[in-house]
Nanobody, 120 residues
Framework: QVQLVESGGGLVQPGGSLRLSCVAS????????MGWYRQAPGKQRELVAT???????NYADAVKGRFTISRDTAKNTVYLQMNSLKPEDTANYYC??????????????WGIGTLVTVSS
């Protein structure tokens, strides 16, 4: 049974920082591509950042230079360090795990999300 458990969300003032964590179980973490997505009220879910099994990263333009995604294979954990937070970063943040491209069909899994609120 695959589980992705996010933590680290909360209320933070504009300009502040948070670090999100996602612990994965039930998958071979080292071969999965991992990602963070977010969904604000009334909006569609959107990509925030991804990191491949080979540590290649990709970021949405809106978070480049402010957010950093990383992974710790020994802990089966992916992180999202968020700095210089803005009110428009307020959203539920979801962890995603995507199986290797050689998997047919590719499988992806989602956590239940953690809420980040940026407000003064």
């Amino acid at each position: 049974q695959v589980q992705l458990v996010e933590s680290g969300g909360g209320l933070v003032q504009p300009g502040g920082s948070l670090r999100l964590s996602c612990v994965a179980s039930g998958i071979i973490f080292s071969i999965y591509d991992m990602g963070w997505y977010r969904q604000a009220p009334g909006k569609q879910r959107e990509l925030v950042a991804t990191i491949t099994s080979r540590d290649i990263t990709n970021y949405a333009d809106a978070v480049k230079g402010r957010f950093t995604i990383s992974r710790d294979t020994a802990k089966n954990t992916v992180y999202l360090q968020m700095n210089s937070l803005k009110p428009e970063d307020t959203a539920n943040y979801y962890c995603n795990a995507l199986s290797p491209i050689s998997t047919i069909p590719r499988r992806d899994y989602w956590g239940i999300g953690t809420l980040v609120t940026v407000s003064s």
